[in-house]
């Protein structure tokens, strides 16, 4: 069975400091890698997507992630975090090949704290 | 706003009682997914439906069951409920069926609070 690991489960940082989340799936066949975001009381919101192509994907918010297949990771990165990035993020993945693994895999989540 | 439509959005219920979740995809999605979240067991995916077929299942219970209906709505419903089935229920649909280039788009959420 795929499943996703989310290192680092609670994260503190400074405004304007840098982010990096990790996240590591374990499936080898083909995937598609996603990043969501829950903030507080709210839904999980796409942030950015891989699918094929260019490893480095952007997406909203300033956000954006690198696949690195021979590592099978697909870690969240941001140069800069404000206040209003305060929530959860979610890696996920799913295996388009699999017709058992279609529907998306959660890791456990990174929850983020920026501070002032 | 993803466009899935998911109600109710709050909803408070009884040990042992019944309830039906219903979720609204995205107009052109075919594929419907159910997950459960709670504190201690994070993000699980339930059930997935495509063009009113099941297509995968996950932890789903067997006091819980799911369906598609023709006009692509779907409904979850939890029955036997246990103070332990508290939690965000999500429905996510996508335009096919998880293939390369499908992405999925979550609704809000129904919270259930079994008491």
């Known amino acids: 069975a795929q499943s996703v690991s989310q290192h680092n489960h609670h994260v503190i940082l400074s405004e304007a400091a840098s982010l990096e989340l990790g996240c590591n799936y374990s499936?080898?066949?083909?995937?598609?890698l996603f990043w969501y975001v829950q903030y507080p009381g709210q839904h999980l919101q796409l942030l950015l997507k891989y699918f094929s192509g260019d490893p480095l994907v952007k997406g909203i918010k300033g956000f954006e992630a690198e696949f690195i297949k021979s590592k099978f990771s697909f870690n969240l990165r941001k140069p800069s975090v404000q206040w209003s990035d305060t929530a959860e993020y979610f890696c996920?993945?799913?295996?388009?090949?699999?017709?058992?693994?279609?529907?998306?895999?959660f890791g456990s989540g990174t929850r983020l704290q920026v501070q002032p | 706003d993803s466009g899935v439509t998911q109600t109710p959005k709050h909803l408070i219920t009884a040990t042992g009682q019944r309830v039906t979740l219903r979720c609204s995809p995205r107009?052109?999605?075919?594929?419907v997914y159910w997950y459960q979240q709670s504190l201690d067991q994070g993000l699980q995916f339930l059930i997935q439906y495509y063009n009113g077929e099941e297509r995968a299942k996950g932890n789903i219970l067997e006091r819980f069951s799911a369906q598609q209906f023709p006009d692509l709505h779907s409904e979850l419903n939890l029955s036997s409920l246990e103070l332990g089935d508290s939690a965000l229920y999500f429905c996510?649909?996508?335009?096919?069926?998880?293939?390369?280039?499908?992405?999925?788009?979550f609704g809000e959420g129904s919270w259930l609070t079994v008491v």
């Open positions: 107009s052109g999605d075919l594929s």
């Open positions: 996510a649909s996508s335009p096919n069926q998880g293939m390369s280039g499908d992405t999925i788009y």
């Open positions: 499936y080898g066949g083909t995937v598609n």
């Open positions: 996920a993945v799913n295996s388009p090949g699999d017709t058992g693994r279609r529907a998306l895999t």
